[in-house]
């Protein structure tokens, strides 16, 4: 692999690059697809990697250029004395697009990941479209996740191993019947996992940016396109959240995936990937 450093960046062959924002904090991305197509940008989840778009960004890069990168606390990005912010992580975002030359991008974002992404819509002016997956708008009037599954999410049992603890925490993110039956997708996930799952504080760190989201008194200033897709047994994010974010938002349609878990676009990926692009080559 070739490096060349330009300005505080370093990029390489395969199209990788690091960008150093201005508080000194650097971001690994990657880009995908032609040069001269419209950017989509796809934001991780809380404690995900890339690898979590595996599913949607093959599909999306024959007619559109697609831009990934590690959330700050995961992968080879830095991992800065938290706790964080989506406005912070929305900062994340901008360095990353302003370094990889895009103006303007259709936004793809997964739970904390879509939370990303509407504050990156609230603060800056170059989101063209929001997808957003599994994503609630925060504030009171947010439904939590149930206890059993907040329990599984962020009280991992001592004495578990790295390989345990992954597998525990994740469980509710999938349906009974999809963990059962694709044992080798689980495994694949693990093992991309223990490559790039954030250390346990830069985990709480990233939660807190969740938790701490209330975007509810300033979703009638989002002016692009929304698009909310859900699964109706998100056991995360329950889809009332979905329901509640579509109705509060001036230009949105709710598209609900019956049966759908909280990884719903692994678990139903062929689905998904059409609504998505059937929502942006509309946008």
């Known amino acids: 692999m070739h490096f ?3 300005d505080g960046v370093r990029a390489s062959s395969r199209g990788w690059a690091r960008r150093e924002r201005p508080d000194g904090v650097r971001l690994r991305y990657e880009t995908a697809g032609p040069d001269d197509a419209t950017a989509v ?4 989840g809380l404690g995900y990697g890339t690898w979590m778009w595996g599913w949607q960004r093959p599909a999306l890069a024959e007619s559109y250029r697609t831009v990934v990168w590690d959330n700050r606390g995961t992968g080879e990005s830095d991992e800065p004395e938290g706790p964080y912010t989506t406005e912070e992580m929305a900062g994340d975002m901008a ?3 302003d370094d990889a030359g895009v103006d303007r991008a259709h936004l793809v974002g997964a739970s904390l990941g879509g939370m990303i992404a509407l504050q990156y819509a609230l603060d800056y002016d170059g989101a063209a479209s929001l997808s957003l997956l599994c994503t609630s708008a925060g504030g009171d009037e947010a439904v939590p996740m149930p206890d059993d599954a907040r329990a ?4 991992v049992p001592r004495g578990l191993d790295r390989v345990e603890s992954i597998r ?20 694949r996930i693990v093992d991309r996992r223990l490559e790039t799952d954030p250390s346990d504080r830069a985990y709480e760190w ?6 701490s989201f209330d975007a509810t008194d300033r979703l009638d200033e989002v002016d692009v396109p929304a698009l909310v897709l859900h699964g109706t047994d998100d056991r995360v994010v ?6 509640l974010l579509a109705d509060g938002l001036p ?12 990884l719903f676009f692994v678990e139903r990926n062929e689905l998904v990937n059409e609504r998505l692009l059937s929502f942006l080559d509309d946008v």
């Not at 940008?41 to 991780?44: M, N, P, Q, S």
């Not at 990233?206 to 938790?211: D, H, L, P």
């Not at 329950?238 to 329901?243: A, F, I, K, M, Q």
């Not at 230009?251 to 995936?257: F, S």
């Open 4 to 6: 060349t450093s330009n």
């Open 41 to 44: 940008a796809f934001v991780e």
């Open 95 to 97: 360095a990353v697009l």
């Open 152 to 155: 599984r999410v962020f009280d």
């Open 168 to 187: 525990y925490r994740m469980r509710p993110a999938f349906t009974d019947d999809f963990w059962d039956a694709n044992p080798e997708v689980i495994d």
């Open 206 to 211: 990233q939660a807190a940016a969740a938790t």
């Open 238 to 243: 329950p889809v009332e959240n979905g329901r």
């Open 251 to 262: 230009d949105a349609r709710l598209e609900t995936v019956a049966g759908g878990s909280h």
